[in-house]
């Protein structure tokens, strides 16, 4: 059981990193239901720090929303940063990024 926790934890937890801190991944990509096989815990009961009880597994939904939220600070607290140019003139334009808009087809940028 202990080698299956640092595969989940090393491997597959690690994969979808790269596009988690640049796109807002779906919540049923997030979220593991299974209707199969033999459940031995609950996904939220792991999901919880190893000091209160769980097994220290990440929510990726919200492990998602950090990482995303990360890109917005570094786009507040760096103004020559090469991408805040970028989204200033391509999607922002005349704002800042807090207060954009979605438009009617956004990306999942």
């Not at 090393?10 to 801190?21: C, E, G, S």
Request: net charge positive; aromatic share 12%.
């Amino acid at each position: 059981m202990g080698g299956k926790e640092v595969f989940i934890k090393a491997v597959l937890q690690a994969i979808p990193i790269d596009v988690m801190q640049c796109f807002a991944l779906p919540k049923t990509l997030c979220q593991s239901k299974l209707t199969r096989g033999i459940h031995w815990s609950v996904w939220n009961d792991l999901c919880t720090s190893k000091t209160d009880g769980g097994m220290g597994f990440r929510d990726l939904l919200l492990f998602n929303k950090a990482l995303l939220a990360k890109q917005v600070w570094r786009l507040l607290s760096l103004p020559d940063f090469f991408l805040q140019k970028f989204l200033k003139l391509v999607i922002i334009h005349f704002s800042d990024i807090m207060a954009a808009r979605i438009g009617s087809y956004p990306s999942f940028t």
